[in-house]
T-cell receptor
Framework: EAGVTQFPSHSVIEKGQTVTLRCDPI?????LYWYRRVMGKEIKFLLH????????ESGMPNNRFLAERTGGTYSTLKVQPAELEDSGVYFC??????????????FGPGTRLTVL | RKEVEQDPGPFNVPEGATVAFNCTYS??????FFWYRQDCRKEPKLLMS???SGNEDGRFTAQLNRASQYISLLIRDSKLSDSATYLC??????????????FGKGTHLIIQP
């Protein structure tokens, strides 16, 4: 069974440009999460989808970030316009159920974003 | 105060030794606890969940102390392949079905031959 996949694996853009990251969760997983790790910091939660609905977007840093999950399958995270501090590794995760204890979230390999 | 705190290390340990990590969490409402393992430039992978009664999986033992709000991980008979960053993770399961994980910065472990 395929795991969580993310595209691209790396992206280098200039400040002010737009970048769109994509995540394909494990088939059948209704729950999809986005996380980010900036250099020197811990991995931080951004938001959580249940199917196509945003369950929790409390971690989104500002309105330059837009996440979508049309149709409840893959998700995109768009950063527009990108700033230097947006550089980091963006992880996507998925899980079969949510809210229950010890429900495992499976992580994708991440997209390494560099904003110059 | 950080929500999840860990000693970043690195811990340099000879092969075959026993090593222990602790982490503390600030939110007493946290309900689920995990240790994840992350290899260099890879994604985090679940190592084990941490149950209130403590649990063991092979050479790995996890303990939870809710009163003191700390979690521990013990690795016995360490192998070279155990070298990685160990992430302490909690899930507060706060209201409305929120399910985002809260991570520590990780403890870097190096097993030396």
């Amino acid at each position: 069974e395929a795991g969580v996949t993310q595209f691209p694996s790396h992206s280098v853009i200039e400040k002010g440009q737009t970048v769109t990251l994509r995540c394909d969760p494990i088939s059948g997983h209704d729950n999809l999460y986005w996380y980010r790790r900036v250099m020197g910091k811990e991995i931080k939660f951004l938001l959580h989808f249940v199917k196509e609905s945003k369950q929790d977007e409390s971690g989104m840093p500002n309105n330059r970030f837009l996440a979508e999950r049309t149709g409840g399958t893959y998700s995109t995270l768009k950063v527009q316009p990108a700033e230097l501090e947006d550089s980091g590794v963006y992880f996507c995760a998925s899980s079969l159920i949510a809210g229950g204890r010890y429900n495992e979230q499976f992580f994708g390999p991440g997209t390494r974003l560099t904003v110059l | 105060r950080k929500e999840v705190e860990q000693d970043p290390g690195p811990f340099n340990v000879p092969e075959g030794a026993t090593v222990a990590f602790n982490c503390t969490y600030s939110n007493s409402a946290s309900q689920s606890f995990f240790w994840y393992r992350q290899d260099c430039r890879k994604e985090p992978k679940l190592l084990m969940s941490v149950y209130s009664s403590g649990n063991e999986d092979g050479r790995f033992t996890a303990q939870l102390n809710r009163a003191s709000q700390y979690i521990s991980l013990l690795i016995r008979d360490s192998k070279l392949s155990d070298s990685a960053t160990y992430l302490c993770v909690v899930n507060m399961h706060s209201g409305g079905g929120a399910d985002g994980l809260t991570f520590g910065k990780g403890t870097h472990l190096i097993i030396q031959p």
